[in-house]
C-alpha cells in the first residue's frame, strides 16, 4: 500500500514539474526520488509520468490520482487538527454571529450548556441583522451564522432550518386572550397594532388589518416592538423566539397569528470550512435549544387546527 512518503514525493513532482526540483524542495538526492517515484509507479500498477529530457509529463492517470491524494492530505490534516484539540483539551475561538431575535435566549442557553468557562472558549459573538450573518458568513469571516433567511444564502452550507410562526403579545387579560388559542388577521382588524417592518406591516397594511393601517406603527426588531408595547400603544406582533423569551419574563400571553408570513431561520456555515470540535458540539447545542421552542409552540392549545 501507498505509504506517506511516497505520496508526498508524488504531490512535489506535480508541483515542480521534474524529479530534480521535487529533490531540491525536500531536501533529498534526485537518485532517492527516482527510486521511490518508481516503486509508486510499480505499487500503482501503470507509468504516472512520461520522462523527458526537460522534466516530466504526467499522466492522465496521475492527474485523477492527484485529486484523490489531496482530499486525503486535506483529511489527514483535520484529523491531525481535531487529535490535537482534544489531547490538550484546547477549544480555541468560537467566532458566529446571530441575529437578535436568535440571540435572546437560544444562543445564551446553548453556551451555557457547552460550558465556555469550564473548558476556556473563548467566544467571538456578533449580534447583527440577519444581512450582516448572512454576508459574513458566506465569506468566511464567521464560523457559525444564525439568522433569520428568506431564500437560501449563496456560499453557505445550511446545517439546520427551520421555520415559526409570528405571534400577537397581550395581557392575559385581553378579550383576545380569553377567547382564542391561535389569531387570524380578522381578529386583528380594529386592534391597535405594532407591525415589524418589511413583509410583516405590508402584509397588515395590505389586507387593512389594524385601526391604523394607512398611519401603521411599526418597528425593525420584535424586542422593540415589544417594549414599545409596553408603553400601551399597542399590541406588539413578534417573532415566536422572542415571544418565548418576552413571556418567560413577563405575565403575558403569546398567540400565534395563522395567516401571517411564518419566521424562516437557519444555521448555516461557510461553504469549504472545517468544522473544529467545538463548534460541531455548539451547533448541536444550537439545535437543541431551538427545537425546545419548537415544542413549546406545538405543546399550545389549538395548534393542530391552526
Not at 174 to 186: P, Y
Not at 188 to 207: C, N, P, V, Y
Not at 215 to 244: C, K, N, R, Y
Not at 266 to 275: H, K, M, T, V
Request: hydrophobic share 40%; proline share 5%.
Amino acid at each position: 500500500m501507498f505509504d506517506r512518503k511516497q505520496l508526498e514525493i508524488f504531490r512535489t513532482v506535480m508541483s515542480t514539474g521534474s524529479v530534480s526540483g521535487a529533490a531540491t524542495r525536500l531536501n533529498l538526492s534526485q537518485p532517492s526520488v527516482s527510486r521511490i517515484l518508481g516503486d509508486l509507479e510499480r505499487d500503482f500498477g501503470c507509468p504516472l509520468f512520461t520522462r523527458k529530457s526537460k522534466g516530466v509529463q504526467p499522466t492522465p492517470e496521475a492527474e485523477e490520482f492527484l485529486i484523490e491524494v489531496e482530499r486525503t492530505y486535506s483529511a489527514l490534516a483535520s484529523l491531525e487538527e481535531a487529535a490535537e484539540e482534544i489531547a490538550r483539551k484546547e477549544r480555541g475561538t468560537l467566532t458566529f454571529g446571530a441575529n437578535t431575535a436568535l440571540s435572546l435566549e437560544v444562543v445564551p442557553r446553548a453556551l451555557k450548556a457547552l460550558g465556555v468557562q469550564k473548558h476556556d472558549i473563548a467566544v467571538n459573538w456578533h449580534v447583527k441583522t440577519s444581512r450582516w450573518v448572512t454576508e459574513y458568513a458566506s465569506m468566511g469571516t464567521l464560523k457559525l451564522g444564525f439568522a433569520n433567511i428568506q431564500d437560501i444564502p449563496e456560499g453557505v452550507n445550511l446545517l439546520y432550518e427551520g421555520a415559526v410562526p409570528h405571534m400577537c403579545i397581550l395581557s392575559e387579560e385581553h378579550e383576545l386572550a380569553q377567547a382564542h388559542s391561535s389569531l387570524h388577521l380578522e381578529d386583528l382588524r380594529k386592534e391597535r397594532l405594532i407591525g415589524l417592518q418589511g413583509g410583516i406591516a405590508d402584509e397588515l397594511s395590505m389586507h387593512q388589518i389594524g385601526d391604523r393601517f394607512l398611519s401603521p406603527l411599526t418597528s425593525e426588531l420584535s424586542i422593540t416592538a415589544l417594549l414599545l408595547g409596553e408603553q400601551d400603544v399597542g399590541l406588539p406582533i413578534a417573532d415566536a423566539f422572542t415571544a418565548h423569551f418576552w413571556t418567560g419574563l413577563k405575565p403575558s400571553a403569546a398567540l400565534p397569528i395563522a395567516d401571517l408570513p411564518a419566521y424562516r431561520f437557519a444555521l448555516f456555515e461557510p461553504i469549504g470550512a472545517r468544522p473544529s470540535l467545538i463548534a460541531h458540539r455548539f451547533k448541536e447545542e444550537l439545535t437543541r435549544e431551538t427545537e425546545r421552542i419548537l415544542r413549546w409552540i406545538e405543546e399550545m392549545p389549538g395548534q393542530t387546527d391552526a
